[in-house]
């Protein structure tokens, strides 16, 4: 399905070499272009695994979802928030859906 980047919110994580999409992903699928934007090299490559997505901190990655996941069209966005990430379901006719999930460190204290 793959990611699409909004040129309009991308700032390319200012002067860093790496950017925070590129350094997360798995494929290096991403990089920054002359404009300092990032970029996919190959949308057949990703494998949607949405780390980018949730990466990113101006919520320029946003990613597409099967139409049977989220209707046709539909994309996912994220925002972190530290203690919980916000995905946003975005849907062809405009309408958002939220949904908050709180982020948990899982640990044995008796290890
Ligand atoms: S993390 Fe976001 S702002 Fe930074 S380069 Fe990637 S898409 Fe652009
Ligand atoms: S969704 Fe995963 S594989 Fe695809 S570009 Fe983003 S980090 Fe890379």
């Not at 590129?22 to 494929?27: E, Q």
């Not at 002359?34 to 190959?42: G, H, L, P, T």
Request: aromatic residues 6%.
């Amino acid at each position: 399905m793959a990611v699409k980047i909004d040129k309009n919110l991308c700032n390319g994580c200012g002067s860093c070499k790496e950017s925070r999409c590129m350094a997360v992903c798995p494929g290096n699928l991403l990089y920054k272009n002359e404009d300092n934007q990032a970029k996919i090299r190959d949308k057949r490559e990703c494998w949607d695994c949405a780390a980018c997505v949730k990466e990113c901190p101006r919520q320029a990655i946003a990613m597409y979802l099967p139409a049977e996941v989220g209707g046709r069209g539909s994309t996912l966005q994220a925002q972190d928030f530290g203690d919980k990430i916000v995905w946003k379901l975005k849907k062809l006719d405009g309408s958002i859906e939220e949904f908050n999930i709180q982020n948990k460190l899982l640990f044995n204290s008796n290890l």
